[in-house]
């Protein structure tokens, strides 16, 4: 399956964004999705997660109470919307899925298989 995130840019703290994470090439209904983010010189890290069919989601403390994940299996797309940003929301963000088959839904990024592009959010304090 291939990822593209898009949605990242620019956005003064206290302010919001959502990402997109379009997925093509295979059953999306058949994947836990998730997103991670990187800043240079750091491993990535998890933010949150979500069950195949939405059901389930699971988010890093640092994200919980401002990012909302949310899937729409008709349209393949995965969201990442977030709010009450901070400078240190400053990342690349990642979205990744893996197979129910294979996988359980979790923060492991060891347990994605398929990863996007990355897009870049940038907040200014």
């Known amino acids: 399956v291939q990822l593209q995130a898009s949605g990242g840019g620019l956005v003064q703290a206290g302010g919001s964004l959502r990402l997109s994470c379009a997925a093509s090439?295979?059953?999306?209904?058949?994947?836990?999705m998730g997103w991670f983010r990187q800043v240079p010189g750091k491993e990535r890290e998890f933010v949150g997660a979500?069950?195949?069919?939405?059901?389930?989601?699971m988010y890093a403390d640092s994200a919980k109470g401002r990012f909302t994940i949310s899937r729409d299996n008709a349209k393949n797309t995965v969201y990442l919307q977030m709010n009450s940003l901070k400078f240190e929301d400053t990342a690349v963000y990642y979205c990744?899925?893996?197979?129910?088959?294979?996988?359980?839904?979790?923060?492991?990024?060891?347990?994605?298989?398929?990863w996007g592009q990355g897009t870049q959010v940038t907040v200014s304090s």
């Open positions: 990744a899925a893996g197979s129910v088959y294979t996988r359980r839904l979790t923060a492991d990024r060891l347990e994605y298989d398929y």
């Open positions: 090439g295979g059953t999306f209904g058949l994947y836990h």
């Open positions: 979500i069950s195949w069919d939405g059901g389930i989601t």
